[in-house]
């Protein structure tokens, strides 16, 4: 039995001695990497913060005083040592731990949205309200200096800053790197800090000098107090954080638990906002991770523990688009990539590798990578916006207004839409295809697979008056699923027998729209499938099938509410089209974590469930009932 067995709850941090705890850190170290080594998950992170974690849960009262994780994929120390060690081993399985924090599962969590830069948001308020409420609680923030690029951080910290009697204590968890390394002013900034004199430390030194003089020592030393801030100024410079009147701790090894301890007692004794500046290493203590170059192992898929290497892949969707990239990169020298923070995940370091001067990584700031491809595409460029699909959620309003009102000829490219499932509710890419319906202008295209992503990147960047958008899932794709004709834009993939059912597959969903006219085919039933490659704007040809059909079944892999279907039902309804129609799309839920393919099984998104609603369907309309009054299966 190890210690961490006996670790229950936080406050039993408390009892133990400092070689128990050098012993429980590797014992943390050791359980992160056989889990995630399996399960998958996010590694170089949490290897960065066992001891910084630790000395939070032995100087904060955890739940009462709160801790918000940023992002919270760095939390699963958090969690070992908050009674859900001996459930690690369920780490991102259906029903098991999630690999962010949790509300349902524990009192200790309390932020579990995995979009970046919103801890000090919360925590502002969480501890304007206790003050407001007279509550004796503190809220400890940890965030990574990755993070702190987003512009929301630094929104917070505008208003923390006059929040005098805040209780709180921002940790910047500062290891150099978001994915790769962190670039722009403000990691430039937090390097100076990183590397200037310690001002503090300065301070200490001389007063242990000075309080050696007897009787001159402690006069000298009150002067020189007041000095302090003259000479913080002389030696630092840089002071980033205090120079927006925040107080500044630091920097501090982040891996010395006991420093750490030390200046989190501090900080909680200011009873003020205060920053402690941690620093910190990606993947420490694992050698594989620590060498990594690439990301320090972030969030590796399955691997071998005693080497680090990883099991091979295959080809996934984003392989294919970044070499689209790289040979549109040469066919076309006004076209520019960005990327927030993620060139490995979204495939630009081909693109990267080839053009440096043009690709720009703007840090986790997707806000300003829509509106600066504003810029970039008036400044007579193509931007190619590659971000996952949950995360353009962020840039609504900068696609909406600072796009498409402008009519910029800027494409975004969306990876991971549709259901991602491991990482749950917050990382799904179920949204894009609803919020971007409402865009004047904008056209969005959801390749089936990877021959038609080339098609139709190609044919967004020559969009030039309005934005375009890319869309596609995780993972492989399928093998090539050729068209036997074409409906206006739209390519048709079965056309067979009588024009019973027109099945409308949007994107990853074109396969299963195939297996289905199969299913169909089989029962007797007629069956066109289409493609609309381009589901915005709605292809008028599509409008004439379904109204020389029976029956029109839309499947896609995004919301039910406001997506392809839902366009497509209010286009029929505008054209007069009075067709039975059957939509087929994500419910509107927030879908706990789970493979991928579970997640659509139970979604009903899947042949089998699908054609046996059209069937059913089929047969009322035989006899002469409406479709809609069949109860459809979930
Ligand atoms: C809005 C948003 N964009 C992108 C991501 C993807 N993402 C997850 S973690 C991460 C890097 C975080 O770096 P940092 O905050 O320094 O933490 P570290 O992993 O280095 O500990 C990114 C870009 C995200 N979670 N949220």
């Known amino acids: 039995m190890g210690i961490l067995d006996s670790i229950t709850t936080p406050r039993d941090l408390r009892d133990l001695s400092d070689a128990q705890l050098d012993e429980l850190a590797a014992e943390i170290r050791d359980l992160l990497i056989r889990t995630v080594a399996t399960n998958t998950g996010h590694l170089g992170p949490n290897l960065g913060v066992v001891e910084t974690t630790l000395a939070i849960h032995r100087v904060f009262d955890s739940p009462r005083d709160r801790v918000v994780f940023d992002t919270g994929h760095q939390a699963y120390v958090h969690k070992l040592v908050t009674g859900r060690a001996a459930a690690f081993g369920t780490l991102r399985r259906e029903g098991g731990l999630s690999g962010y924090p949790s509300q349902a599962e524990s009192d200790h969590d309390i932020v579990e949205n995995s979009h970046a830069s919103t801890a000090l948001s919360y925590a502002d308020g969480l501890a304007k309200a206790y003050t407001i409420r007279g509550e004796d609680r503190h809220v400890v923030a940890v965030i990574g200096d990755g993070a702190l690029t987003g512009g929301m951080a630094w929104e917070a910290l505008n208003n923390i800053a006059i929040a005098p009697r805040s209780r709180l204590v921002i ?30 430390n300065v301070l200490d030194m001389v007063k242990r000098r000075l309080n050696a003089v007897p009787g001159v020592g402690p006069a000298a030393y009150d002067a020189l107090h007041a000095m302090k801030k003259g000479l913080k100024d002389a030696l630092a410079p840089q002071g980033l954080f205090e120079d927006l009147g925040l107080k500044y701790v630091g920097p501090v090894d982040g891996h010395d638990r006991a420093a750490m301890e030390h200046v989190l007692a501090q900080a909680k004794k200011f009873n003020g906002p205060v920053i402690v500046h941690a620093i910190t290493r990606k993947g420490y203590g694992y050698d594989p991770a620590e060498r990594h170059e690439a990301d320090q192992f972030h969030a590796p898929g399955p691997f071998d523990v005693q080497t680090g290497a990883e099991k091979p892949k295959g080809r996934i969707w984003t392989d294919h688009f970044a070499e689209a990239m790289v040979e549109l990169g040469q066919r076309r020298q006004d076209v520019v990539a960005i990327t927030a923070a993620m060139v490995h995940p979204v495939g630009l370091d081909k693109f990267q590798a080839r053009f440096p001067d043009r690709t720009f990584d703007v840090g986790i700031a997707e806000q300003h990578a829509a509106t600066s491809a504003a810029g970039l595409a008036m400044g007579g460029l193509h931007p190619v916006v590659a971000v996952y699909a949950t995360f353009l959620n962020r840039a609504f309003d900068q696609v909406l207004m600072d796009v498409a009102l402008h009519r910029c000829g800027v494409t975004f490219v969306l990876d991971r839409a549709g259901v991602t499932g491991d990482d749950g509710a917050s990382h799904n890419g179920m949204w ?36 375009t958008v890319v869309r596609f899932p995780k993972g492989p794709p399928p093998d090539d699923i050729e068209a036997v004709g074409r409906a206006g834009g739209a390519d048709v993939l079965v056309r067979n027998g009588l024009k019973d059912v ?44 379904a109204r020389e059909h029976r029956l029109v079944v839309s499947i896609e892999d995004n919301g039910e509410v406001g997506g392809c279907g839902a366009v497509l039902l209010q286009t029929l309804n505008a054209a007069g089209v009075e067709t039975p129609f059957r939509l087929h799309g994500i419910p509107q839920e927030f879908l706990g974590h789970a493979k991928r393919a579970a997640i659509l099984e139970r979604i009903g998104l899947t042949s089998q469930a699908l054609a046996l609603g059209i069937v059913e369907d089929m047969t009322s309309i035989a006899e002469g009932r409406s479709p809609i009054d069949v109860e459809q299966p979930s």
């Open 171 to 200: 940790v910047v968890n500062d290891n150099g790197r978001s994915y790769t390394p962190t670039i722009g002013g403000l990691a430039t900034a937090l390097t100076a800090l990183r590397t200037n004199p310690r001002y503090e």
């Open 432 to 467: 894009d295809m609803s919020v971007l319906q409402v865009v004047p202008g904008l056209r969005l295209a959801a390749p089936r697979d990877a021959t038609r992503l080339r098609e139709l990147l190609d044919e967004a960047v020559e969009v030039d008056d309005a934005p």
């Open 502 to 545: 027109l099945v409308v597959a949007v994107g990853s969903m074109a396969q299963v729209g195939v297996e289905v006219a199969d299913r169909l085919v089989a029962q007797g039933i007629g069956v066109t499938v289409v493609d609309p490659r381009w589901v915005k704007p709605v292809d008028p040809a599509i409008v004439e099938l």
